[in-house]
């Protein structure tokens, strides 16, 4: 593994430990304010003003003056996570954190399983292959096992 893998694989991995974290805490401010809608869109607010502060700060501010010229298609990611983010601040007081995210996981699993195969989104082709099968198989038997209630 070359080191530059190696940062790009810890910055994902403390970004995957943040997924449960960013979860537990926006359910809980939806649940204090009695609205996972409201608790969104004040995170979307802090999430937007600390990507322009980056942008900014990085030198990469006048990227912003290309916006408008980009396909819409390409504005849907930001459904998508809205998507993502009003559900989980919904489901994961009702459901458990834990449960939700497994299911956000085995999601991503199967959508990165079809988006690879067929190098979608400009993606890198890696075809859908026996190991990958078995992988999301065990995932699923987790997630299975993981909801079964204690002994």
Same mark, same amino acid.
Do not use: C
């Given at each position: 593994?070359?080191?530059?893998?190696? +940062?790009?694989?810890?910055?994902?991995?403390?970004?995957?430990?943040?997924?449960?974290?960013?979860?537990?805490?926006?359910?809980?401010?939806?649940?204090?304010?009695?609205?996972?809608?409201?608790?969104?869109?004040?995170? /979307?607010?802090?999430?937007?003003?600390?990507?322009?502060?980056?942008?900014?700060?990085?030198?990469?501010?006048?990227?912003?003056?290309?916006?408008?010229?980009?396909? +819409?298609?390409?504005?849907?990611?930001?459904?998508?996570?809205?998507?993502?983010?009003?559900?989980?601040?919904?489901?994961?007081?009702?459901?458990?954190?834990?449960?939700?995210?497994?299911?956000?996981?085995?999601?991503?699993?199967?959508?990165?399983?079809?988006? $690879?195969? /067929?190098?979608?989104?400009?993606?890198?082709?890696?075809?859908? $292959?026996?190991?990958?099968?078995?992988?999301?198989?065990?995932?699923?038997?987790?997630?299975?096992?993981?909801?079964?209630?204690?002994?």
């Amino acid at each position: 593994m070359t080191s530059e893998t190696l +940062k790009y694989a810890l910055l994902m991995l403390a970004a995957g430990m943040g997924v449960p974290v960013l979860a537990a805490l926006n359910a809980q401010l939806g649940m204090r304010i009695g609205s996972p809608a409201a608790a969104g869109a004040v995170m /979307f607010v802090i999430a937007g003003l600390v990507a322009i502060l980056v942008a900014a700060l990085s030198g990469q501010g006048g990227s912003f003056m290309l916006i408008p010229a980009q396909p +819409k298609h390409l504005f849907h990611a930001g459904v998508l996570i809205a998507f993502y983010l009003l559900s989980i601040s919904w489901v994961a007081p009702r459901f458990g954190v834990g449960n939700a995210v497994m299911f956000v996981l085995l999601g991503q699993i199967l959508a990165i399983s079809v988006i $690879d195969h /067929f190098a979608l989104f400009g993606a890198r082709a890696r075809p859908f $292959d026996l190991a990958r099968g078995l992988g999301i198989v065990l995932m699923g038997v987790g997630i299975v096992l993981a909801q079964r209630p204690p002994s």
